[in-house]
């Protein structure tokens, strides 16, 4: 369950609400917006992971949304779930930022 709450708080309130800009590398369209050759993008996360055609309630902070119906985590419930950014400009620090996080919580839980 903490590692479907830390998913939750990562998708709830990322690190960084915008991704790094990535250069439009051949003029192309995104459903009716035309995007030229050499447009610089920003993806706008915190809009992805608020978007109500991708998640149930987005505003309500529901952890359970990244477990299975064994009650195990999965890693990702829908394809916008991006808080390290996706290809290969994906955060080198994820798995640590992940584990330290995971350690953190863990610590600070068994104290209280």
């Known amino acids: 369950y903490l590692e479907a ?11 960084s609400p915008l991704l790094i800009p990535h250069m439009s590398l051949a003029d192309t369209s995104i459903g009716e917006y035309s995007i030229p050759k050499g447009a610089r ?3 706008n996360l915190w809009s992805v992971h608020h978007d ?4 149930d309630k987005p505003e ?19 394809p916008s779930y991006l808080p390290f950014g996706a290809g290969i400009r994906v955060c080198l620090g ?5 584990m330290e996080l995971f350690l953190f919580l863990a610590w600070v839980l068994q104290r209280f």
Do not use: M
């Not at 709450?5 to 709830?12: A, F, G, N, P």
């Open 5 to 15: 709450t830390i998913s939750e708080v990562l998708r709830i309130r990322p690190v």
């Open 94 to 98: 994820e798995v640590l930022a992940k």
């Open 52 to 55: 109500e055609n991708e998640w």
């Open 60 to 78: 309500e902070f529901n952890p359970e949304r990244f477990l299975d119906e064994r009650g195990q985590h999965i890693h990702s419930p829908s």
């Open 41 to 43: 993008v920003i993806i």
